[in-house]
């Protein structure tokens, strides 16, 4: 349980002490340095957004087909948002029909669904998949592409410039897409509230056309690193192997984004080197031990028959941290400064975050400790 000697204020902070050796070193405000056989890369906590680990995770580099997380991304949440639905029909233009690369061979005036072509870009990185959905989202590709950076720019990926849907080489005439590790790991994140994309970045193996044709995952992890259920690979010549992965392990989920592998097995090798640094790195660290229990600080009530009630934790508290970072937690709690009476015994009146360098670890409410009444007329008039 936490310590009860602090001061009764509405917010406070709470470091949590903990002796342990770093990992890693680290140089000024660089994160741990990892090295290995990639250009880019960058390790998180993909619940919490915590950087972890890296090796250059703001210098530019070509994403490959990991871009088609965000062509997948945009689409998800139109669906989410009711503009599309996966039942939707799509007819193939001529355009997308003729798209190389990976691809599910599409023809001209094809029907499908948006599931059907949604699991085509997901599972068999289809370009031709890529080309026909953005068509129908957006009326064109290049309105999709504008789309694309509009969103990108929303989530904070400050160093993302894309001019495909697709992930490949650029054409005549056209600008290359540029992204980072760290941007790749923001893109993920967003993606990870979207269940069904994990569900699909997951799948080895799936029939397609009345089961004519199977897609394939180019994630050779899938199935084999445990706990591994996505995300997007991407390679060509250019930007040569990428991936960004997630896995979850005893509870916590991490995001590995390397860049600029030379080999399919580099690729994998390094992926698995980044996960498993990151999972042997964390432990669980309780917070709140006991719901119910005591926390500090006290609410004013106005126009109660007492004009203060104090707060509990509404439910136990544990948090995932890197075991050499548990004493840098902070600890805040959030009070409202006065209530209206009255006030019932369990009734929100806070919340308790645990933050680490400023990423949310977890959070729980506070709750009034005990039921306050309406006072009558002498408690109103001097409890206002």
């Known amino acids: 349980m936490l310590k009860k000697d602090l001061p009764r204020i509405a917010t406070f902070v709470l470091l949590i002490t903990f002796v342990a050796g770093a990992v890693l070193a680290v140089e000024g405000d660089e994160l741990p340095a990892v090295d290995g056989d990639f250009k880019t890369a960058i390790l998180i906590d993909a619940r919490s957004g915590l950087p972890l680990a890296g090796k250059a995770p703001d210098q530019r580099h070509q994403p490959a087909s990991m871009l088609k997380m965000m062509t997948e991304l945009i689409i998800l949440e139109r669906i989410a948002e009711g503009d599309m639905a996966l039942t939707d029909t799509i007819k193939?233009?001529?355009?997308?029909?003729?798209?190389?690369?990976?691809?599910?061979?599409?023809k001209h005036n094809e029907v499908f669904s948006v599931e059907e072509l949604l699991s085509a870009l997901a599972i068999h990185s289809a370009n031709?998949?890529?080309?026909?959905?953005?068509?129908?989202?957006?009326?064109?590709?290049?309105?999709?592409?504008?789309?694309?950076?509009?969103?990108?720019?929303?989530?904070?990926?400050?160093?993302?410039?894309?001019?495909?849907?697709?992930?490949?080489?650029?054409?005549?005439?056209?600008?290359?897409?540029?992204?980072?590790?760290?941007?790749?790991?923001?893109?993920?994140?967003?993606?990870?509230?979207?269940?069904?994309?994990?569900?699909?970045?997951?799948t080895k193996t799936a029939p397609f056309r009345d089961g004519k044709f199977t897609l394939y995952n180019p994630n050779k992890?899938?199935?084999?690193?445990?706990?591994?259920?996505?995300?997007?690979?991407?390679?060509?010549?250019?930007?040569?192997?990428?991936?960004?992965?997630?896995?979850?392990?005893?509870?916590?989920?991490?995001?590995?984004?390397?860049?600029?592998c030379p080999t399919d097995r580099g690729r994998a090798t390094e992926t698995t080197r980044l996960l498993s640094y990151g999972f042997n790195l964390y432990i669980q660290q309780p917070l709140i031990e006991e719901a119910g229990s005591p926390a500090e600080g006290l609410v004013s009530v106005s126009g109660g028959k007492s004009g203060e009630v104090g707060v509990v934790y509404a439910t136990t508290l544990a948090v995932s941290v890197p075991r050499d970072r548990v004493e840098a937690i902070e600890w805040r709690q959030e009070l409202e400064e006065v209530a209206e009476a009255p006030v019932a015994q369990g009734e929100k009146l806070g919340v308790a975050v645990a933050t680490l360098d400023g990423y949310e670890l977890g959070r729980v409410d506070l709750l009034a400790a005990e039921t306050v009444e309406k006072g009558n007329w002498w408690h109103r008039l001097f409890r206002q």
């Open 92 to 106: 193939v233009s001529a355009r997308a029909s003729r798209m190389g690369g990976s691809q599910v061979y599409l």
């Open 128 to 202: 031709d998949a890529a080309v026909a959905l953005a068509e129908h989202t957006a009326g064109s590709v290049e309105a999709f592409v504008d789309l694309m950076n509009y969103r990108a720019r929303d989530l904070g990926m400050t160093s993302s410039e894309f001019h495909s849907v697709h992930g490949l080489p650029a054409g005549r005439g056209q600008g290359a897409d540029m992204t980072t590790a760290r941007d790749m790991a923001i893109l993920g994140r967003a993606l990870l509230e979207f269940p069904e994309a994990l569900v699909w970045s997951s």
């Open 221 to 260: 992890l899938v199935g084999e690193y445990r706990g591994l259920d996505g995300l997007k690979t991407g390679y060509h010549g250019q930007a040569g192997y990428c991936v960004t992965a997630t896995a979850v392990q005893k509870g916590v989920r991490l995001m590995s984004v390397v860049m600029g």
